[in-house]
């Protein structure tokens, strides 16, 4: 099972930033799609946002657009989620995840997974 790596969560107050990293091993690059996805205590897991490696479109659910931004680093192997803005709301596990495009549009199912990385945005 390829592992993801992530780093980069922490706890911060409203209004704060973080940089999210997910290393992405060299085979598992050759994915369609790659996506941060979350999930709070009690809550299902809801995808956050997408950037097509073909190309470098991206998705971004309505509650963190404006704020977060999804880019990758070729050179580098890794994909990042700048977060800006940091709402309580925010709080949860994020999740990175390499994968290929599901049906309909902007779903990128995840066949490679990272461990998670908690981020805590208090009031």
């Known amino acids: 099972q390829v592992q993801l790596v992530e780093s980069g969560g922490g706890s911060v107050q409203a209004g704060g930033s973080l940089t999210l990293s997910c290393v992405v091993p060299g085979y598992s690059w050759r994915s369609t799609c790659m996506a941060w996805f979350r999930q709070a205590p009690g809550k299902e897991r809801e995808g956050v946002t997408i950037i097509s490696t073909r190309g470098g479109s991206t998705y971004y659910v309505d509650s963190v657009k404006g704020r977060f931004t999804i880019s990758q680093d070729n050179a580098k192997n890794t994909l990042y989620l700048q977060m800006n803005s940091l709402k309580p709301e925010d709080t949860a596990m994020y999740y990175c995840?390499?994968?290929?495009w599901g049906p309909g549009a902007w779903n990128c199912v995840g066949n490679y997974w990272g461990q998670g990385t908690q981020v805590t945005v208090s009031s």
């Open positions: 995840a390499a994968g290929g």
